[in-house]
């Protein structure tokens, strides 16, 4: 279909991704078609079902509020795209 | 000492033990094989056999997995080593620690040994998706070697590696285990710490093993297997020995045959091998029951909801500030991001973010992602209610035979389905694996059908003695003829 909701534009744009006009395109008739086949799970009444986000069921697992090591400096820096000073450098985020 | 690459672990160990041979000689016997076969198979994206020899060295061969070799898929964090993910974004990272699974490994005395390839973030079902290369079907190169661990599957059926491991969200073990020829387990949720995968979808991925035997398969399970305080769905169980009901027979074990997993549209040579590897389950001993999963025409559909929901939220992190590739000369922060991403991501992740944040927006959230959740109950259900009347499922692993590289890559939708068999285990949280289970002749070559079994939550001691009782009766050929 269809899924005359999905502006893969705008999506990717939330998403925080540039994609050419090319890519823009093709996505927005691939993922049509993917909606459209998940449209199938419009036809099931789902009246009193609850949903699972996890096959397990697990709660608000806690641990001591202690300090653990952490990693090193150095390996966390060395993967770092720019740093200076044992500081991570990051594009300017106030004007 | 003969080519030590045919050997399982089971027996390179029995090796190891006597003095016939040491851990030295089974890295420098892959090292001859993968020089020799890799050029053609592309498994590896990266190897070491100077410090694997080293680790071999010191190897202490009483340990429970003493000098035995592993490979890892390039998704799970070594020490000092790559960790790419495939992707370009990850290019140069060089993990600042051990996954948990690893640290478990080396404390057995195992050697992670080399990074092999996947589809980017584990995003697909043949290994195309790497921004590196393309990994070949040892048994007929221009053919996928299945995804996303295809590199795994590979590696281990090609005998690069004696095991490997690779990580299962929808069937990315059984899928190319099944396709290679080779044993591939899926551990049940929260068996196996996650910590240290790159997450991809958090609610369904769980690392597992790939051999060339169901026992070795269990051997390392037994050892990945346990609590992590870093990974909070990790489950607390006593320390098991998988290999424990290995018993050889399936006498009293009630197989279940879910009608809906043999289905029009399959490969009809496939159905037939699997049909007839159900009947030497008969004759095991195992009693055969017909069930139904009334919801698994929905499962890819849920599936690809909540898994790309997932995937989107955790691949915000690739942001190219803390690691991984940062655009060049942004002229604001809104524009490093977007660049940044757009250069490093591949296709398949860009539509599976943009698919998952769609889901997941204001407006679409109740339509897509919580009805997704619900179905996803439905499905659980499904496998519950079977489960109170048989021991485990039979079904096949994939309804394909390992298909033509370049045949899919631009219908994403049929890639999808070709997972159809894999996916539901992923979201009710249940284990399974793929044994190989006969041979089809393909235009002058012969491809693997693999078998696929499902057990209940946390019964992989169960699964795995019925696997390896199949194994033993039926499969023990094929896995002799790996090429």
């Known amino acids: ?95 | 000492m003969g080519d030590l690459t045919h050997l399982t672990i089971s027996e390179l160990q029995a090796g190891f033990r006597k003095g016939d041979f040491t851990p030295a000689d089974a890295v420098r016997a892959l090292e001859a094989r993968i020089q020799a076969v890799d050029p053609q198979i592309g498994a590896f994206l990266a190897r070491d056999f100077d410090s694997a020899l080293a680790a071999a060295k010191k190897a202490d061969v009483s340990q429970p997995l003493g000098g035995v070799p592993i490979g890892i898929k390039d998704a799970i964090n070594v020490l000092g080593e790559q960790c790419t993910c495939a992707s370009k974004i990850l290019a140069g990272y060089k993990a600042p620690y051990d996954a948990t699974v690893i640290a478990r490994l080396k404390a057995a005395g195992a050697i992670p040994f080399g990074r092999l390839n996947l589809d980017e973030f584990a995003m697909g079902s043949s290994t195309e998706n790497s921004a590196y290369q393309i990994t070949k079907n040892p048994w007929d190169p221009t053919r996928i070697p299945g995804g996303s661990s295809g590199g795994s599957a590979a590696a281990v059926s090609a005998r690069m590696a004696y095991a490997t491991l690779g990580s299962d969200t929808g069937g990315s073990i059984r899928q190319p285990a099944s396709l290679c020829g080779v044993v591939g387990l899926k551990p049940s949720y929260g068996r196996v710490s996650r910590y240290g995968l790159v997450a991809f979808a958090s609610s369904l991925d769980q690392i597992g093993p790939f051999a060339r035997s169901t026992r070795d398969c269990a051997s390392l399970l037994s050892v990945m297997a346990g609590k992590d305080p870093h990974d909070s769905t990790s489950l607390d169980l006593p320390p098991e020995d998988f290999t424990s009901r290995m018993t050889g027979d399936l006498r009293g074990i009630r197989l279940g045959i879910p009608r809906e997993y043999f289905v029009d549209g399959m490969d009809p040579r496939v159905r037939a091998k699997v049909e007839e590897a159900i009947k030497t389950c008969e004759t095991l001993g195992a009693e055969l029951v017909e069930v139904s999963l009334p919801h698994t025409e929905y499962a890819i559909g849920v599936y690809y909801i909540i898994a790309t929901a997932e995937a989107s939220a955790n691949l915000a992190r690739f942001d190219g500030v803390r690691y991984g590739h940062r655009a060049k000369n942004p002229t604001d922060l809104l524009d490093h991001y977007r660049r940044s991403r757009e250069e490093g991501f591949g296709s398949e992740v860009k539509r599976r973010i943009i698919l998952g944040t769609y889901v997941l927006s204001s407006g679409y959230y109740d339509a897509y992602y919580l009805r997704a959740q619900k179905v996803r109950t439905l499905i659980r259900q499904d496998f519950t209610r079977a489960f109170e009347t048989v021991d485990a499922l039979v079904c096949p692993t994939s309804p394909d035979l390992a298909f033509k590289i370049g045949e899919r890559v631009n219908d994403p939708l049929r890639m999808y389905l070709a997972d159809i068999f894999t996916i539901a285990a992923n979201l009710a949280g249940i284990c399974g694996i793929s044994v190989p289970c006969g041979l089809v002749e393909e235009k002058g070559t012969s491809l693997p059908v693999g078998l696929q079994f499902l057990g209940k939550p946390l019964d992989e001691s169960r699964l795995l003695g019925i696997a390896d009782a199949y194994e033993q009766a039926g499969a023990k050929e094929i896995l002799a003829q790996i090429p």
């Open chain 1, 1 to 95: 279909m269809s899924s005359p909701n999905l502006d893969v534009r705008d999506v990717a744009r939330l998403a925080r991704i540039e994609l050419t006009d090319k890519e823009t395109d093709t996505f927005q008739s691939q993922l049509g078609s993917v909606l459209e086949y998940v449209e199938q799970l419009g036809k099931l009444d789902l009246t009193g079902v609850e949903p699972t986000a996890h096959a397990n069921p697990i709660f608000n697992v806690f641990r001591e509020d202690a300090v653990e090591p952490g990693l090193r400096r150095e390996a966390v820096l060395a993967n770092a795209p720019q740093s200076a000073n044992n500081l991570v450098l990051v594009t300017k985020v106030l004007e």
